[in-house]
């Protein structure tokens, strides 16, 4: 079995001259993430690897969940084929992980995060809302075979 946790960043702004993928979190984005990390460490979910899109706001995200977690921060794993990627980009990046890992969690951007959730499961979700957490379980033993069959929705942890 392997599962997958698909992580929205938490909500940025658009308030400072900056690049995109330099836009900071937000009070209330790093308000939320910390509550949804909280809710994921009362799950006692704990990932054997987080991967994080390499913009600002993704990894600050992972960051905060990583230190909720007690995963090590320096631990996460940033990924230069996430951000402004396809979904079908990512699940490839994701069929390349070591099959010693059971649980991933990846820390990305919309539209990509939707797709590859509404992809993996074969269900229509519209949106992730910024924070959200998905987690889905696959029936497979390895990460190549991600997406070969449909995925099993656990929750979505939304923080609202």
């Known amino acids: 079995m392997k599962t997958l946790y698909l992580v929205r960043h938490a909500k940025a702004s658009w308030d400072f001259d900056v690049f995109d993928w330099e836009r900071p979190l937000t009070e209330d984005g790093v308000e939320r993430a910390k509550k949804v990390a909280k809710e994921l460490k009362a799950k006692k979910v704990m990932p054997d690897k987080i991967i994080s899109s390499y913009a600002f706001r993704a990894l600050n995200t992972a960051v905060l969940f990583a230190l909720t977690l007690k995963y090590p921060a320096t631990g996460i794993e940033i990924n230069q084929h996430i951000y402004e990627k396809r979904a079908i980009d990512i699940l490839d990046m ?43 379980e696959f029936n497979i033993n390895n990460w190549k075979d991600l997406g070969n069959s449909q995925g099993k929705p656990l929750f979505i942890e939304s923080g609202k």
């Not at 069929?95 to 993996?120: A, V, W």
């Open 94 to 136: 994701l069929r390349k992980q070591d099959n010693k890992l059971n649980k991933i969690m990846l820390f990305g951007h919309d539209p990509s995060i939707t797709e590859l959730y509404n992809m993996l499961t074969r269900k229509l979700l519209l949106k992730m809302s910024t924070s959200s957490v998905a987690c889905i």
